[in-house]
């Protein structure tokens, strides 16, 4: 069974830096297309941060662009988010996504697979 296993997040002043990291584990992962994150806010549309395709194609929601930065390591499986000027609006459950791709002994199998969310609190 595909697990992602979010750590990082917590609590941090207007201006502050955090880092979020996912990793992909157990099951029998052939490879990871898209990783990244999104987050989530209550009373709100989940709200995609952050991706980066297998091809090394990045993109960011507008609200973070010159502030977070993506990276990725797949001979480790892992994503992470370097959160940077954080504002009181980045407050919000941020969580892993990915696309991972497993063989099953009936062929090769992509679909996405979600973390459980970290919380990232900013306060002024």
């Known amino acids: 069974q595909v697990r992602l296993v979010e750590s990082g997040g917590g609590l941090a002043q207007v201006g502050e830096s955090l880092r979020l990291s996912c990793a992909a584990g157990s099951g029998p992962i052939v490879r990871v297309e898209d990783m990244g994150w999104y987050r989530r806010v209550p009373g709100a549309e989940r709200e995609l941060v952050s991706m980066?395709?297998?091809?090394?194609?990045?993109r960011y929601a507008d609200s973070v662009k010159g502030r977070f930065a993506i990276s990725r390591d797949d001979s480790r499986l892992t994503v992470s988010l370097e959160m940077n000027s954080l504002k009181p609006e980045d407050t919000a459950v941020y969580l892993c996504?990915?696309?991972?791709?497993?063989?099953?002994?009936?062929?090769?199998?992509?679909?996405?697979?979600w973390g459980q969310g970290t919380q990232v609190t900013v306060s002024a």
């Open positions: 980066s395709s297998g091809h090394g194609v990045t």
């Open positions: 996504a990915a696309q991972i791709c497993t063989e099953n002994g009936y062929g090769l199998t992509c679909q996405w697979y």
